[in-house]
């Protein structure tokens, strides 16, 4: 099991950027893929991206293309989302997850292929 801990969420006006950080108990972080999703105000949780579990593949729902970066350091049992270009859009609870992949290395994007989440961590882009 893994207990992923979101961090590095904030108040960052149009146009900034923030690096988000999940870190993740457990010595076998390498044989979990991970996500990020985010639920904003009166909204239903939404995919932002994923990673497999050796960091070679990553996936980006359409919003978050050429914008945020995942990545993930396994010696460090830590996943990233860098976000550049913030926009007042991308305001919203920014939620990690994990789920075990010991036999794949795939990326998924629905919330129901995760077991473990995060707390969340509010990440909120003024105009």
């Known amino acids: 099991q893994v207990q992923p801990v979101e961090s590095g969420g904030g108040l960052v006006q149009a146009g900034g950027s923030l690096r988000l950080s999940c870190a993740a108990s457990?010595?076998?972080?390498?044989?979990?893929?991970s996500g990020w999703f985010r639920q904003a105000p009166g909204k239903e949780r939404e995919f932002v991206a994923a990673i497999s579990r050796s960091g070679a593949r990553t996936t980006y729902t359409d919003s978050a293309k050429g914008r945020f970066t995942i990545s993930r350091d396994n010696a460090k049992n830590t996943v990233y989302l860098q976000m550049n270009s913030l926009r007042p859009e991308d305001t919203a609870v920014y939620y990690c997850a994990a789920h075990y992949s010991f036999y794949s290395d795939v990326t998924k994007t629905k919330a129901g292929e995760y077991d473990y989440w995060g707390q969340g961590t509010q990440v909120t882009v003024s105009s």
């Open positions: 457990g010595r076998t972080f390498s044989t979990y893929r």
